[in-house]
């Protein structure tokens, strides 16, 4: 739940583009054949028609129920890509940021620093421009 | 970025160290291609594992700590899962599966 949270919020690759191989025609938009395609994922990520209200705010009792649980279109979630080229390494990420979260959980109790400046950078991840402060503490 | 990673490339061939670049350079070396082709598998594979398998999950964890840290709702709710399933151990297999609070496998999308 917190991962797919953070995932939904911060996905590191922030688009998908697509080349059209043919003329398309989706709805009222016609793609016109070798035009680049890109689907914005944060957008579609924290759009409140699809989230809900709360789509801004960190809640990852959104996912208790799932993917499809947590919005009305669940194939728009999509931190790992989507279709034939996604991503080869999602179970493997997904097992190593459970091991890392657990174990530093576990260990130490941690709160954000005052010195912390919000600024999500989008350079070829999108990643806290200044780093991310914490206060940590053993525990 | 090409020319970085070459860059890499060219040091750790001056080096006898057992690393993940190291096994990619010999698996191009084995492949008997032209040094065209040994460049771009050398770099290709060199984005893939440092880039796609690294940088990504690396953010992935620092956005979580950040979260994590603004919310010590969820931190707690996070701890007392991982002490109860795992009891002060490193986490082994099943215990990465009965942690659902930290995240669950019920990837359920289209693409899968």
């Known amino acids: 739940m917190v991962i797919h949270e953070s ?14 191989l043919q003329d398309m025609k989706f709805g009222d938009i016609f793609v016109p054949k070798g035009v680049n395609v890109w689907t914005l994922i944060v957008t579609l990520h924290q759009d409140p028609e699809i989230w809900g209200s709360d789509a801004d705010k960190f809640n990852p009792e959104r996912f208790a129920n799932g993917v499809s649980g947590a919005c009305k279109h669940p194939h728009v979630y999509m931190p790992f890509g989507v279709g034939p080229r996604t991503c080869l390494g999602q179970h493997f990420a997904m097992a190593e940021l459970k091991i890392l979260i657990a174990t530093i959980v576990s ?9 912390y400046i919000h600024a999500p950078a989008l ?17 | 970025m090409r020319a ?16 993940l670049l190291e096994i990619i350079l010999k698996g191009a070396k084995d492949s008997e291609t032209s040094k065209a082709e040994m460049d771009r598998f050398v770099v290709d594979n060199c984005k893939n594992i440092y880039l796609a398998g690294y940088e990504t999950t690396s953010v992935t964890a620092t956005w979580t700590m950040m979260l994590l840290g603004s919310n010590p709702e969820w931190q707690d709710r996070v701890r007392a ?11 082994d297999a099943g215990m990465v599966r009965r942690m659902k609070t930290v995240s669950a496998f019920f990837y359920a999308s289209p693409s899968d």
Not at chain 1, 10 to 15: D, F, Q, R, S
Not at chain 1, 107 to 115: E, L, R, Y
Not at chain 2, 81 to 91: A, D, F, R
Request: negative net charge.
């Open chain 1, 7 to 20: 995932l939904r919020l911060y996905p590191p690759v922030c688009v998908i583009s697509r080349e059209a």
């Open chain 1, 123 to 139: 350079w070829l991840v999108i990643e806290p421009e200044h780093g991310v402060n914490l206060l940590i503490k053993k525990l």
């Open chain 1, 107 to 115: 260990n130490f109790s941690f709160t954000i620093s005052p010195k």
């Open chain 2, 4 to 19: 970085l990673i070459l860059k890499e490339v060219k040091e750790e061939k001056e080096q006898t160290s057992k690393d």
């Open chain 2, 81 to 91: 899962e991982v002490l109860e399933v795992c009891g002060g151990q490193m986490p």
